[in-house]
């Protein structure tokens, strides 16, 4: 007999349960392609804000950088007022429409 199929209740796919993770930042179980997102949002953020470097040593940068939200996924990042970058949403590639 089969997995039960259940919802994820990140994302709202059926996968079977046993494949579901306990996430420990949201406390819910989550499916491994959330899982797996979850690390490439990491990565993103590290490479885009530089976030395991010390915060003293970009503390002017940070004034110059507006919050933005992507149209076409939502997600959320800074750009930099003065280069106007990145021009693309790190996620999902879109391109950046307003500043």
Same mark, same amino acid.
Do not use: W
């Given at each position: !007999?089969?997995?039960? !199929?259940?919802?994820? /209740?990140? #994302?709202?796919? /059926?996968? @079977?349960?046993? &494949?579901? +993770? ?8 989550? #499916? @491994?392609? %959330?899982?797996? $997102?979850?690390?490439?949002? +990491? ?7 530089? /976030? =395991?470097?010390? @915060?003293?040593?970009?503390? =002017? *940068? ?10 076409? %996924?939502?997600? +959320?990042?800074?750009?930099?007022? *003065?280069?106007?970058?990145?021009? $693309?949403?790190?996620? #999902? $590639?879109?391109?950046? !429409? &307003?500043?």
């Amino acid at each position: !007999m089969g997995d039960i !199929m259940i919802l994820c /209740k990140k #994302c709202g796919n /059926k996968v @079977p349960a046993s &494949s579901l +993770k306990l996430d420990l930042d949201e406390k819910k179980m989550i #499916c @491994p392609d %959330c899982i797996k $997102n979850k690390g490439i949002h +990491k990565e993103i953020e590290k490479d885009v804000f530089h /976030k =395991d470097v010390m @915060p003293d040593k970009f503390a =002017d *940068e940070h004034i110059h950088k507006i919050a933005h939200k992507c149209t076409s %996924c939502g997600y +959320k990042f800074k750009i930099d007022q *003065e280069t106007k970058k990145p021009r $693309n949403c790190p996620y #999902c $590639n879109a391109r950046v !429409m &307003s500043f």
